[in-house]
């Protein structure tokens, strides 16, 4: 038995053990149950919620202290008592099986003194006159039935050597089950250390992830002013495009004032001095794309005249200026370009906090607030797993005894089987052979010739060494069963019955993950000692945490939200959603702060291109493309006009000289801060990127950590080895017990009809091998007279 269980192996043992529940046990336990009348919610839910609760006996108590309407009369019961006449039938049903196993001790006992004191009677000298009811041709008893009988001997006792070795196996599997759903429970106790350390591995990570990300941000923001990040660099290059341009513009208004002159009524028109308020600058319309504008004051040249192409070349009066197009061209254009460049404010923005540099801090913070409670709950857990840790060191040091034990349970049984098989079987063969037994003394002789060979054979042999012991061979192997079905098996199944059924429906009740919990909750809304262990197992701080909208007990959202669901996340059970706990924690892409249109708005460099085209327009200025009125003076002009005009026109072409100067100044800073801005926009969005990637590696690092996968697992470490584990292996010993109990009653029955008839007596056919009476008389007279010879 010992071999046969090592090389089975407890994963072996469960695939017997399953298979025998699936094929007898459930069937059986269904089928009772359905004859009861009550469902899960009547039955079993209040039953095992008084068990867990330590109220049982006044439960079942409850079940006899009844009203005349049939209800409990709670009122008389101090505990938990039960909720109906429905709820009473469960209570009704598990001492039933228990009875059930009880009678079956009394039935067995009874009957069997009864057939030892008066079926011994019938037996008595029955070996005495086998040889002639054997030979009697009008027996009662046919071949047909006699062999039936045999066969039903046989395949009883068979059955039944084959559950007692199932029976064995179970037994063996749900040893080595319980190790299992010890080990789970002590996992079990070990999950707030778990999460401690899942987290605790988690922020490491997260501090490594920034560690890193800082690398790569001082590598591609540093500019070389030692300030990362701060980009002084393309605030200096911002400041200068800006100065140059706000050069620019000064250079075209003096130009534009020196050509367009100032209002009536200014002091003086001095092109480097005038307020832009007093000039009188040119509008331009649709239909004056040239410009317009009342007629005002020259402005003054530097020889202290005004200007000649503001005066009539005769007379020398004031008529109206020209305007200059071209300088309210540039004028717009710089101003485009000025009005859409990044002030230091908006470059500060740049200067952001990545979220890779905040997750760390924000998950310790988080963390540190349920610090406390994780050590307080783990505390808590010590004894128990300190228990199961010695409870598991006891079991192993038993372990060998166990296994003794459970071979000496069913020892009795295997033997018993053993020696009536061994026995029907050789009877059978016996008898077939004495049948062949004849009238004519040749032929006897022959065939006792025969015998005597075929008795040479091992087959033989254990016929004639069983001959003359079958009948303490029966009588033991009757004892022997008798001993192991009603001191055994029939008391095992009544206690055991107390169990099953309980067991069987706690394991309906509580879900597998991802399965339907509706029962398990049925359970916990009955409110007890259940919600209340429940409630001190999940790690709630002291002050509920809980969403406003939620109104579902802790219990129920520890189990609705993480105990059964594969997605769940611990940090729902304390009414924060994911989306609220990435937040809490900065887990956000960096386009979310730095947006795509911030990066254009700051570092884009389409608008830098307006100093190439200022540059060009302005290199085109010259007095041949751009006179405003400078050129000879006519024959009979005033006369300082060629004078004037000679003064006008080198002026006009110092102030093209230093146009062209100017813009050459702001074409240059405006590339450098092109190639600038390109590089830093560039290094920006690779950090942005890298900043994702490092975000979404700390995202899965606190996600996995306060994923409710763990508590599954720790879950199904103590579900499946409890419900299909021991439990299915108690379900099946218990129905071998069943199984086997009713077994042997049929079994010592048949054996008593079979040694209780005289024309079928299991004995009969070994006297048979005997020679027949008169001829062993014969042959003593022979030697008798040999010998006084």
């Given at each position: ?68 309407n ?55 000298g ?15 008893t ?87 990040g ?47 308020y ?11 794309p ?33 305007c ?109 052979a ?32 069983l ?157 041949r ?11 009979g ?5 060629s ?12 102030m ?27 290094n ?43 439990v ?23 054996l ?38």
């Amino acid at each position: 038995a010992a071999i046969v269980l090592l090389l089975i192996g407890p994963v072996g043992a469960n695939v017997f053990s399953d298979g025998f529940v699936n094929m007898f046990t459930d069937p059986i336990l269904g089928e009772i149950v359905s004859h009861c009348g009550f469902n899960q919610s009547t039955g079993p839910q209040p039953f095992l919620h008084a068990l867990i609760d330590g109220q049982i006996f006044p439960y079942v108590n409850s079940c006899y202290v009844l009203k005349p309407n049939g209800m409990p009369d709670c009122d008389l019961i101090e505990g938990e008592c039960s909720p109906s006449s429905l709820s009473c039938r469960y209570v009704y049903l598990i001492e039933s099986l228990l009875v059930f196993g009880l009678v079956w001790i009394v039935i067995l006992s009874v009957g069997s003194c009864f057939y030892c004191v008066f079926g011994s009677r019938v037996c008595k000298g029955m070996e005495d006159y086998s040889y002639e009811l054997s030979s009697n041709s009008n027996a009662e008893t046919s071949e047909t039935e006699r062999k039936w009988m045999s066969n039903t001997i046989l395949l009883l006792s068979s059955f039944i050597a084959f559950i007692s070795l199932f029976g064995l196996i179970f037994v063996y599997g749900g040893f080595s089950d319980l190790f299992s759903f010890l080990q789970g429970v002590q996992m079990a106790t070990n999950l707030p250390q778990t999460f401690s350390s899942r987290a605790e591995m988690s922020i490491s990570q997260c501090a490594m992830e920034k560690t890193i990300f800082l690398l790569n941000k001082n590598e591609l923001l540093d500019d070389g002013s030692g300030h990362v990040g701060e980009h002084r660099r393309l605030k200096q290059l911002v400041n200068l495009t800006m100065e140059a341009g706000r050069e620019l513009q000064k250079m075209i208004i003096e130009l534009q004032i020196l050509v367009e002159g100032c209002k009536k009524g200014a002091q003086e028109c001095l092109p480097n001095t005038t307020n832009l308020y007093e000039a009188n600058f040119c509008a331009y319309t649709t239909q004056t794309p040239q410009g317009e504008h009342e007629e005002g004051i020259p402005s003054l040249l530097l020889n202290g005249n005004e200007n000649p192409a503001c005066r009539e070349f005769l007379n020398g009066s004031l008529i109206t200026c020209p305007c200059c197009r071209v300088c309210k061209d540039l004028l717009s254009a710089l101003d485009n370009l000025m009005d859409s460049m990044p002030d230091q404010e908006d470059l500060n923005f740049l200067n952001i906090t990545y979220p890779p540099e905040k997750v760390a801090d924000a998950a310790t913070s988080y963390f540190d607030q349920y610090r406390s409670t994780i050590e307080s709950v783990h505390e808590s857990l010590l004894p128990v797993n300190l228990s199961v840790e010695n409870a598991t060191a006891t079991l192993r040091s038993y372990d060998a005894q166990v296994l003794i034990l459970d071979m000496l349970f069913w020892f009795p049984a295997v033997i018993a089987t053993f020696f009536i098989i061994v026995v029907e079987k050789c009877r059978k063969s016996n008898q077939s052979a004495t049948l062949e037994w004849t009238t004519i003394q040749g032929e006897m002789i022959s065939e006792l010739e025969r015998e005597e060979e075929d008795n040479k054979s091992p087959h033989r042999l254990l016929q004639r060494v069983l001959a003359g012991s079958e009948r303490k061979l029966l009588w033991i192997a009757f004892g022997m069963g008798l001993a192991s079905t009603v001191l055994l098996t029939a008391p095992s199944f009544a206690m055991l019955s107390i169990a099953t059924l309980p067991l069987n429906d706690f394991c309906a009740i509580i879900p597998t993950t991802g399965g339907s919990a509706s029962a398990l909750l049925a359970l916990l809304d009955m409110g007890g000692n259940l919600q209340e262990q429940m409630r001190s197992l999940v790690f709630t701080p002291w002050k509920s945490n809980l969403r406003q909208d939620d109104q579902r007990s802790t219990a129920r959202v520890f189990v609705e939200d993480c105990l059964t669901s594969p997605d769940g996340k611990v940090w729902s059970v304390w009414g924060t959603s994911t989306a609220q706990f990435e937040s809490s924690m900065n887990l956000r892409n960096s386009s979310d702060i730095l947006t795509p249109l911030d990066l254009y708005r700051l570092l884009g460099t389409d608008r830098y291109r307006i100093s190439a085209y200022l540059h060009r327009l302005i290199s085109q200025l010259n007095i041949r493309n751009f006179s405003f009125g400078a050129g000879p003076c006519p024959s009979g002009s005033f006369a300082s006009c060629s004078a004037d005009m000679a003064t006008y026109t080198r002026e006009l072409m110092s102030m093209y000289k230093s146009l062209t100067d100017a813009s050459s100044r702001l074409l240059l800073v405006s590339t450098q801060l092109i190639n600038v801005s390109e590089v830093t926009r560039s290094n920006i969005s690779s950090l942005m990127s890298i900043a994702d990637e490092s975000t979404t590696r700390m995202r899965r690092a606190l996600l996995e950590a306060g994923s409710c996968d763990i508590v599954n697992a720790r879950y199904e470490g103590v579900r499946r080895p409890l419900c299909e584990g021991v439990v299915n292996d108690v379900k099946a010993t218990w129905g071998s017990f069943l199984l086997s109990t009713i077994l042997w009653a049929f079994l010592l029955l048949s054996l008593c009809i079979k040694t209780s008839n005289p024309r079928d007596n299991a004995y009969g056919g070994y006297v048979l091998i005997q020679a027949p009476p008169e001829e062993e008389e014969e042959e003593e007279e022979e030697e008798n007279e040999t010998g006084m010879s």
